[in-house]
C-alpha cells in the first residue's frame, strides 16, 4: 500500500506534457507556473499518483522522484554524473551494503547518493568546499539526514594522499586521476576495486598507463551509450536523438601491493 505523501518529502510533478517538476512538499506550500498554482496541502496526505489540478484548471500528477529523477533535477554546484553512468559505476566496482568507499571530485553528491543507496558507507575527498556543503544537502534531501551518518566528506586533495586504509572501493571523478594510483595501492587491500570517470579518452590513456606500472589487473575501459526507441502502434523505430558521449569509465583491481 503507498505511503501517503507527507511535509518534507520531495515530490515529481507531471502535467499533461510529460514535464517533470521536483517540489518539497510544505505545509502551506503553493507549487507554481504558467498554468496557476497548486496547494501542497492538496497533496499531503494523498497517496502517490494523485491528480490535482491547478487554479487554471491544469493538471498535475504526483510521484516520488527515481534517484534517476532527482539527479538530473536537483540544484547543482558542479556537472553530475549522469544516471546512465551511475548504474554501470555500481557494478563496476560491485558496490554492496557495508563496503567502504573513498569517493573523490564529490561534485554535486550525484554519485555519493548512488553509492549510499546501496548500502556503501562513503568517504568524500572533495577541494571546494561549497561543493563539499551542496553534496550533503544534495544528499540529505534526497535519502534523508540518516544517510549522512554513513557519509563523511573532507576537504582535502586526493592528489597529495589519501589518509584511510582497508579500503574496499575508490571511485574518482578526478582531471587528473592517474596522480591517486599510487595513493590507493597503499588506502586499499588487495582485491579493492578502483572506478574512474574521465571525460575524455586522452585521460582514460593517461590513467591506463598509471594502472600499468601498479600492482593493477582486470582492467578494462567502457562508454556506456543510451539510445531509446519510438514506439507508437506500427510504427517502431530508434529516436533521432540519442544520449552518446558523456564520459569513459576505467575500473581495475588491486591485485598486491
Known amino acids: 500500500m503507498s505511503r501517503p505523501l507527507r511535509a518534507g518529502e520531495k515530490v515529481l510533478l507531471l502535467d499533461s506534457k510529460r514535464r517533470r517538476y521536483l517540489v518539497q512538499l510544505v505545509e502551506g506550500g503553493e507549487f507554481h ?60 566496482a560491485d558496490v554492496h551494503p557495508g563496503a567502504r568507499v573513498l569517493e573523490s571530485g564529490v561534485g554535486s553528491g550525484a554519485c555519493s547518493a548512488a553509492l549510499l543507496r546501496a548500502g556503501a558507507e562513503v568517504i568524500g575527498y572533495e577541494v571546494r568546499e561549497d561543493f563539499a556543503e ?50 590507493a595501492v597503499e588506502a586499499m587491500h588487495a582485491g579493492g576495486i578502483l572506478v574512474a570517470y574521465t571525460p575524455t579518452i586522452g585521460q582514460a590513456a593517461e590513467l591506463r598507463r598509471a594502472l600499468d ?24 523505430r ?18 598486491g601491493q
Open 213 to 236: 606500472d601498479a600492482p593493477f589487473g582486470f582492467t578494462e575501459t567502457i562508454e556506456v551509450l543510451h539510445r531509446s526507441w519510438h514506439i507508437e502502434g506500427q510504427s517502431v
Open 238 to 255: 530508434p529516436d533521432h536523438r540519442i544520449v552518446a558521449h558523456t564520459g569513459f569509465l576505467t575500473s581495475t583491481r588491486l591485485l
Open 33 to 92: 507556473s504558467h498554468a496557476g498554482f497548486v496547494r501542497h496541502d492538496e497533496l499531503l496526505g494523498q497517496p502517490e499518483g494523485v491528480t490535482v489540478r491547478s487554479t487554471h484548471g491544469a493538471r498535475y500528477t504526483a510521484v516520488r522522484p527515481t534517484l534517476a529523477d532527482y539527479v538530473l533535477k536537483m540544484p547543482r554546484g558542479a556537472q553530475v554524473i549522469y544516471p546512465k553512468d551511475l548504474g554501470p559505476i555500481l557494478l563496476l
Open 134 to 183: 551542496r553534496a550533503q544537502a544534495n544528499v540529505a534531501g534526497f535519502l534523508g539526514p540518516e544517510a549522512l551518518d554513513r557519509y563523511r566528506i573532507e576537504v582535502r586533495d586526493t592528489y597529495e594522499g589519501i589518509a584511510e586504509r582497508d579500503l574496499d572501493r575508490i571511485v574518482l571523478d578526478l582531471p587528473e586521476p592517474w596522480q591517486v594510483v599510487a595513493h
